[in-house]
């Protein structure tokens, strides 16, 4: 746990920390029929936060993508990681094709112990104790960075969004 309190010594390349995370999960994806891809160019940098850190972000996004789209009745069966910078920040989405959040719990899902899941799911990735948003949440702000719900990008019904600084103190 030491490893997610330290900053990284320089950037690091974004794209193979997506395709790791993704390689991870490949077998619960492809046996369920979700496809997962990673739209993340080469040349995108991770801002220096530990990669132990990053790599859990996106891990968390990804299983709780999944989760979703697996109970869901949607006929695209998607999740998508995308990175990029801009002037002040690097931003990390997970987005998916799932049943979407209702406008009613947005509030919430960042909640400690908010969960969304039945308790007696037979999903093998669980049915949630309600923590991993929170602490996404948590991770982002101890360096500097925020985590929401945003806008999904067209053809999908959940976004959730990271950002960091790119220049962290």
Known sequence: MGGARVFAKKPYPARPRFLHVAKA???????????????VDADVMAPRVPPAL??????????????????SDST??????????DGQWHHLQVSDT???????????????????????SSDPLGSGMGL??????????????????VNPPPGYSTCVEVRFPRVLE
């Open 25 to 39: 999960f490949s077998g619960y994806a492809e046996k369920r029929g979700i496809e997962v891809a990673v739209e």
């Open 54 to 71: 990053y790599d859990g972000i996106a891990q968390n996004l990804l299983t709780n993508a999944l989760k979703a789209v697996n109970a």
């Open 76 to 85: 695209v069966r998607k999740v998508v990681f995308r990175a990029w910078n």
């Open 98 to 120: 799932g049943s979407g959040v209702p406008s009613a719990i947005k509030d919430f899902i960042f909640d400690p112990l908010f969960t969304t899941t039945n308790g007696r």
């Open 132 to 149: 991993g948003l929170a602490l996404v949440r948590r991770g982002a702000q101890a360096f500097g960075g925020v985590a929401d719900l």
